[in-house]
């Protein structure tokens, strides 16, 4: 059974850069045809979704944040990793790494979700 965990700070000024970690463990993200995207839930608002980085290691981002983001991952530590710079107090989310067989900006399309972690963007 695939696992997903996140992990980072939860709290970060504005301005600074996000850094966020997914542990997977239970299969590999390099296995073929996989995806594994970052999606965040802003507090009273729906999920977005943010980017995704493929078995192959090609990346996605969403138009809106492709400026800010970057997925990157460590095929050997079975890791994935989101960075987000200039942050804003709108950025205040909870944040999940999913996966999943579609390369997709579809939440539901997803198999499996980490337990997400909550990141608040204050001074």
């Known amino acids: 059974q695939v696992q997903l965990q996140e992990s980072g700070p939860g709290l970060v000024k504005p301005s600074q850069t996000l850094s966020l970690t997914c542990t997977v463990s239970?299969?590999?993200?390099?296995?073929?045809?996989?995806?594994w995207s970052w999606i965040r839930q802003p507090p009273g608002k729906g999920l977005e979704w943010m980017g995704v980085i493929a078995y192959d290691g090609s990346t996605y981002y969403s138009p809106s944040l492709k400026s800010r983001t970057s997925i990157s991952r460590d095929p050997a530590k079975n890791m994935m990793y989101l960075q987000m710079n200039s942050l804003k107090p709108e950025d205040t989310a909870v944040y999940y790494c999913?996966?999943?067989?579609?390369?997709?900006?579809?939440?539901?399309?997803?198999?499996?979700w980490g337990q997400g972690t909550q990141v608040t963007v204050s001074s």
């Open positions: 999913v996966g999943g067989l579609l390369c997709t900006a579809v939440a539901g399309a997803y198999n499996y």
């Open positions: 239970g299969g590999s993200i390099t296995t073929t045809y996989y995806a």
